[in-house]
């Protein structure tokens, strides 16, 4: 059980079920100390941009819980683009970034959706890259990792793309590899629910279902306390403002 999850989704996504105030009900009778709320971008089911705008002014913490306001923004080409511009992402608490489907991304290859999963860590404002072995998007998860560490970006394991998709060997062994080649390289992953609906939260089950535990280490973990989450997003943020700096 996580006592931490940076990926859920509320009513506002259009394909999940409960508000931000059930979650956060919901994660602190589960006894949860943070949880991030990362709707997705508009061109994934349709969340309104303006939605974006609202999140900053939700309560930073509810029913005892730690709330983090951000997004899952879709990545739209080969480029990396997303679906929120810098104005919204910058308001934003956390940032995840992934493929998926009916968002017009017109990637067709291992090597198209290699690139455009890179592409979108170039982009200064995103956290995590969420699922990147989801179904339907094969990656060279080596390229990604290496990509990962040379731009201090989180990488995920998806629980939800494991629930319901791990009995595909590919996914399972994409998984390994992930977790393998990111210990190694001193990536931080992230264990996510990918919560639709308030039960899901926290739930990492099949972690030992698909007997994927025993390989990850807690110090590659990005969400086991929330000092750890906050001051990975303080680091992030203070590099920005660096770079910014830098400019002449």
Not at 44 to 57: L, Q, V
Not at 191 to 197: E, G, L, P
């Amino acid at each position: 059980m996580l006592r931490i999850d940076l990926h859920s989704h509320s009513v506002a996504s259009g394909h999940a079920v409960n508000t931000i105030y059930e979650l956060a009900k919901t994660a602190s009778e589960k006894g949860m100390e943070m949880i991030a709320i990362t709707d997705h971008g508009p061109h994934y089911e349709g969340t309104a941009p303006d939605f974006f705008t609202i999140t900053p002014r939700i309560p930073r913490k509810l029913h005892n819980v730690e709330l983090l306001l951000g997004c899952e923004a879709n990545i739209l080409d080969t480029k990396g683009s997303l679906d929120l511009s810098e104005e919204l992402l910058k308001r934003q608490d956390i940032v995840l970034a992934g493929l998926h489907h009916k968002t017009g991304y017109t990637g067709s290859s291992v090597e198209s959706h290699t690139e455009a999963i890179i592409g979108a860590m170039e982009n200064p404002y995103v956290h995590i890259i969420a699922h990147p072995y989801i179904y339907g998007f094969p990656t060279n998860v080596g390229k990604v990792i290496k990509a990962a560490s040379e731009k201090d970006v989180a990488l995920e394991i998806n629980c939800h793309v494991l629930k319901y998709h791990g009995t595909q060997d590919s996914t399972i062994e994409k998984t390994r590899e992930l977790i393998k080649d990111a210990i190694e390289q001193d990536v931080k992953l992230v264990v996510s629910s990918d919560a639709h609906v308030a039960s899901e939260l926290g739930d990492d089950s099949v972690l030992d279902e698909l007997k994927l535990r025993p390989l990850i280490e807690e110090n590659s973990l990005l969400n086991t306390s929330t000092r750890s989450v906050r001051f990975f997003l303080k680091s992030k943020k203070q590099r920005i403002n660096l770079a910014r700096e830098d400019v002449p």
